[in-house]
């Protein structure tokens, strides 16, 4: 994902070129880029997002957890091994979660299958928001929480990573933030 568009080039583009260019906001599913494309021209890059985010939580309950099953898990073993997308991989390091010792990542692995097994899709953290610690007692928090509730916040943390995604593919390609998100 290179910030090397703006705004008014993303709403130029055809429907081929814009899911191109916008396929990796949301994790292995340029189809979100290609259904808010129907609804271009967009004024400012918050409703471009916005309207991303509309194509997900329009879709039935089956098909919202079949999209978060596309993200991955918290993982050091994952960064470390390469497996994760760039932006993924990145994010998670951010939060110093490569740098995890033997016993943390076990930790982190068996509260991730916890999650999993409670909810039915992977725990789901905007990381930039959190430290290390914290994205630990989150994910013990939420494990305890019903699925319902446990949707909706996943598909609030997806909401806030993607915008920040959005912002640094869109936001600073003139060099300055775009208004609006």
Same mark, same amino acid.
């Given at each position: 994902m290179q910030a090397n568009h703006d =705004? !008014?080039?993303?709403n130029a583009m055809d429907k081929a070129t814009f899911t191109r260019a916008l396929g990796d906001v949301? $994790? !292995?599913?340029? $189809?979100?880029?290609?259904?808010?494309? $129907?609804? +271009?021209?967009?004024?400012?890059?918050a409703a471009l997002h916005d309207a991303m985010m509309a194509a997900i939580r329009r879709r039935d309950e089956a098909a919202q957890r079949a999209f978060l099953c596309r993200h991955p898990p918290l993982s050091a073993r994952a960064i470390r091994a390469g497996a994760l997308t760039e932006?993924?991989?990145a994010e998670q390091k951010s939060a110093g979660l490569d740098g995890l010792a033997e016993s943390e990542e076990a930790q982190l692995q =068996?509260?991730?299958?916890?999650?999993?097994?409670?909810h039915g899709f992977p725990f789901i953290i905007c990381v930039r928001h959190y430290t290390r610690?914290?994205?630990?007692? *989150? =994910? *013990?928090?939420?494990?305890? +929480?019903?699925?319902?509730? *446990? =949707? *909706? $916040?996943?598909l609030d943390h997806v909401q806030a990573i993607t915008r920040g995604r959005l912002? +640094?593919?869109?936001g600073f390609a003139a060099g300055h933030p775009v208004q609006g998100i």
């Open positions: =705004l !008014h080039a993303i949301f $994790e !292995h599913s340029p $189809e979100v880029a290609e259904a808010a494309w $129907e609804a +271009r021209p967009f004024p400012t890059v932006a993924s991989s =068996l509260m991730n299958q916890a999650y999993q097994v409670q610690d914290g994205i630990f007692f *989150e =994910l *013990e928090k939420r494990t305890g +929480r019903s699925t319902a509730r *446990e =949707l *909706e $916040e996943a912002q +640094r593919c869109i």
